[in-house]
């Protein structure tokens, strides 16, 4: 995969390993760690630096590593890895770190992993008082991560600057998928998104000859395509409940009331461990009131195509709509706010944006309004465009919709915002200041 800018993380990373700081790189798979990895690998060498870099997925016993760093004593996992971080002139990476741990886990030295990270914590500390270089440890595993350095005890905690990477820009993700598709890079990106590693394969279908949806469509709906094989080894390490939660959240059965009336068993343990593996995060919108997400989309999108006698299936059509691209998005971030933010639009005008009671789209009598934020004084009627800046046809039809939501709906319009993340055209710009339409 072609290295597509990073350049704000190289730079971070750069400076931390300029000052030994040992640092937990974590993230969703697919987000570009490994290539961030790569590229950093690639600087450090060129900068003579010596590298220690091991892939945990690559590593089936004790044995590799002791290979790895060229280790002549006895056979003991805890002089082994005792050996790796006495390395104190290497920098060491170590992509995929919680399988790279349990390669270690046996009885006799280490009876858990928690007793492996606790041993690796111990040789970091001693690592830094000699002033070694610095340690890099990457995982897609954030539920583990997190058991076993977020808490304040846990036993990695002290010892690492946590990095969270998430998904590319768009003006990124589009440099991406044209250096892989450039005829459907906005298409390919509206889809999926700032992920890496989904933006290459849909790329690699469309330039087999297929559409973007129908590419899509292959990847995750055929048993023989790429994401249906990766979810489905993800949705296999889940227990029933788990699956069946998660197929009634992709569902929008999403606020814990809900799920409780159509689960068996409390459903309260299960929540807990998919919020703890970073697969569902939870947003409040009260001090009773929550609802829960999945965080990948794409991954929602194959639970809520799939077959469930009890809940059916949603079309691949019906969920692009509802939940995937630039348009889903903006009804997310408004969806999520979690208080009253104060911004400027493109025109310089104060505008305050409060939490909304609901946010909906509309599509019926042939009329389409990308989003609408329900107040107990109003709503906020909004138009989302991604697909270049927005021309002077984009506030029009803003209007017009805004005109529809008070004449048909009967509701207030308190105010109207044109979204638009490559920007706006001149006669756009003027248009929607002689209107009062706000400019984000």
Same mark, same amino acid.
């Given at each position: ?6 350049? +704000? ?5 750069l400076s931390y390993i300029g000052n030994n700081t040992h640092i937990l790189l ?26 220690? !870099? ?31 971080? +006495?390395?104190?002139? &290497? ?30 914590? $111990?040789?970091?500390? +001693? !690592? ?220 310089? !005008? +104060? ?44 506030? $029009? ?10 004449? &048909? ?18 006669k756009t710009i003027e248009k929607a200041r002689t209107e009062n339409v706000k400019?984000?």
């Open positions: 995969m072609r290295f597509i800018n990073r350049e +704000r993380e190289l730079s971070e990373f974590y993230g969703l798979r697919g987000v570009g760690k490994t290539a961030l990895l790569d590229k950093l690998t690639e600087i450090l060498v060129s900068r003579d630096y010596s590298v220690i !870099r091991i892939n945990g997925y690559d590593i089936s016993s004790i044995m590799d590593v002791a290979t790895i760093i060229n280790y002549r004593g006895e056979i003991n996992p805890k002089l082994i890895l005792a050996e790796l971080f +006495r390395r104190d002139g &290497d920098v060491i990476i170590i992509d995929e770190f919680t399988a790279f741990m349990r390669v270690f886990v046996g009885k006799t030295y280490f009876p858990s992993i928690e007793k492996v990270a606790m041993f690796i914590r $111990n040789a970091i500390q +001693r !690592r830094s008082k000699r002033n070694g270089k610095s340690i890099i440890l990457c995982s897609s595993s954030i539920g583990l991560v997190k058991k076993l350095t977020s808490k304040y005890f846990a036993p990695l905690f002290r010892e690492l600057k946590h990095y969270f990477l998430g998904p590319l820009s768009y003006e990124d993700a589009v440099k991406l998928a044209e250096i892989h598709c450039k005829r459907y890079s906005m298409d390919v990106v509206n889809l999926v998104g700032g992920m890496p590693f989904y933006i290459i394969k849909l790329c690699q279908e469309v330039n087999a000859g297929f559409e973007p949806k129908q590419a899509l469509e292959r990847l995750l709906l055929d048993p023989h395509g790429d994401l249906h094989i990766f979810f489905h080894a993800l949705y296999e390490k889940l227990s029933p409940e788990e699956r069946y939660i998660l197929h009634l959240i992709s569902r929008g059965i999403n606020r814990y009331s809900k799920i409780r009336e159509r689960t068996i068993r409390d459903p309260y343990p299960y929540i807990n461990k998919l919020l703890s593996e970073g697969i569902i995060k939870k947003v409040r919108k009260g001090v009773k009131e929550a609802y829960y997400y999945i965080v990948d989309k794409l991954f929602s999108t194959w639970l809520a195509s799939r077959e469930i006698p009890s809940l059916g299936k949603i079309s691949l059509d019906a969920i692009i709509v509802s939940s995937m691209g630039f348009e889903s998005a903006v009804r997310e971030m408004l969806r999520e706010l979690p208080y009253e933010l104060e911004i400027m639009d493109a025109l310089g !005008r +104060r505008v305050v944006l409060r939490p909304p009671k609901q946010v909906f789209r509309y599509a019926k009598h042939d009329r389409e309004i990308d989003a609408v934020a329900v107040y107990d004084n109003g709503v906020i009627v909004i138009e989302a465009h991604f697909w270049g800046p927005a021309d002077i046809n984009k506030v $029009n039809q803003l209007i017009r919709n805004a005109e529809f939501v008070e004449k &048909d709906l009967g509701l207030e319009v308190i105010d109207k915002i044109l979204v638009s993340y490559f920007g706006f055209k001149e400019l984000f």
